[in-house]
């Protein structure tokens, strides 16, 4: 089925989805599968072009003992959720696990320009 916007009689709706991604007890494997993937298939029945954003985890308060993302999982999932289909996906508290230039390079080479 292509992928037609929800407009009703030229009205656009300011609709956006963010996803928590990759919290402290999640593996890469299951906040893929069960978190931000599941989400995305959902956003692309309805409309492919609303906008998601995968948020990374930093740890703050109580949760300190506990490992942000690295870029590579960040990245991973990225082209997990562009695989569903979705148009308009953004990856958002960058410097979470985009501190060293090395990593922010990575990160630009390996998403579109424009999500981050």
Known sequence: ??????????????????????????????????????????????????????LAFFPEYRMKGYKSPSVTEMVEAYHRVKATGLKNIRIGNVGVFARSEEDQEYLMENVDEGAY
């Open 1 to 54: 089925m292509p992928c037609e916007p929800l407009v009703d009689e030229g009205v656009r709706r300011r609709q956006q989805v963010d996803d928590a991604a990759l919290g402290p007890q999640d593996t890469v494997d299951e906040q893929l599968h069960f978190g931000a993937k599941c989400i995305a298939q959902i956003l692309v029945a309805v409309d492919c072009s609303i906008p998601f954003t995968i």
